[in-house]
């Protein structure tokens, strides 16, 4: 049973610079969340998605937005990149009808210099 | 809002100890609570899960009582082995059918010495 996964791994981008993160759900699960986990900090809500629309959105701005694709996989975007969005970026997948029980994926490590 | 309140760390125990990280929380409803546990260069794995008031989650020797009298989910593991040595993470969920973004404390950092 493939569990959630994300690429890539690890990401180094330049100030104002755009940068897209994927993540696969796991088998059977339709419904995709994103979270930012800032170092020594918990994870931040950013939004969720199911049938390829954006269910909820946490307390970021417009440059964070996403997408849903029909096989249930997701992106996650940021553009105009800060030194702040360095973090960890956390994709977890759910099913809809008990989407608060979640479960992540290793994440993708994102450094903005 | 939603809130969580979790014990500050590092919490650093010999092995065998009893452990105990209190957690406690503000929501609105009844919100499902979870532990979730972060091994170093890991996402999160979640632990255990407790749904209603006075439900009581499990596993790998941890539990812990979903408390509505005490808005509380304290983590408790009757004798803590060097493997348990995690970041631990309180978090809630409403469950009241409307999206769901988990809302998660800040973390406490175990350290079990041999």
């Known amino acids: 049973d493939a569990g959630v996964t994300q690429s890539p791994t690890h990401l180094i981008k330049t100030r104002g610079q755009q940068v897209t993160l994927r993540c696969s759900p796991k088998?059977?699960?339709?419904?995709v969340s994103w979270y930012q986990q800032a170092l020594g900090q918990g994870p931040q809500f950013i939004f969720q998605?199911?049938?390829?629309?954006?269910?909820q959105r946490g307390n970021f701005p417009d440059r964070f937005s996403g997408h849903q694709f029909p096989n249930y996989s997701s992106e996650l975007n940021v553009n105009a990149l800060l030194l702040g969005d360095s973090a960890l970026y956390l994709c977890?997948?759910?099913?809809?009808?008990?989407?608060?029980?979640?479960?992540f994926g290793p994440g993708t490590r994102l450094t903005v210099t | 809002g939603n809130s969580v309140t979790q014990m500050e760390g590092p919490v650093t125990l010999s092995e065998e100890a009893f452990l105990t990280i209190n957690c406690t929380y503000t929501a609105t409803g009844y919100p499902s609570l979870f532990w979730y546990v972060q091994y170093p260069g890991e996402g999160l794995q979640l632990l255990l899960k407790a749904t209603k008031a006075d439900d009581k989650g499990s596993n790998k020797g941890f539990e812990a009582t979903y408390r509505k009298e005490t808005t509380s989910f304290h983590l408790e593991k009757g004798s803590v082995q060097v493997s348990d040595s995690a970041v631990y993470f309180c978090?809630?969920?409403?469950?009241?059918?409307?999206?769901?973004?988990?809302?998660f404390g800040k973390g406490t950092h175990l350290i079990i010495q041999p």
């Open positions: 978090a809630l969920g409403d469950s009241g059918g409307g999206a769901d973004g988990l809302t």
């Open positions: 998605y199911y049938e390829e629309e954006e269910r």
């Open positions: 977890a997948s759910s099913f809809l009808t008990v989407s608060y029980e979640q479960y």
């Open positions: 088998s059977g699960h339709d419904t």
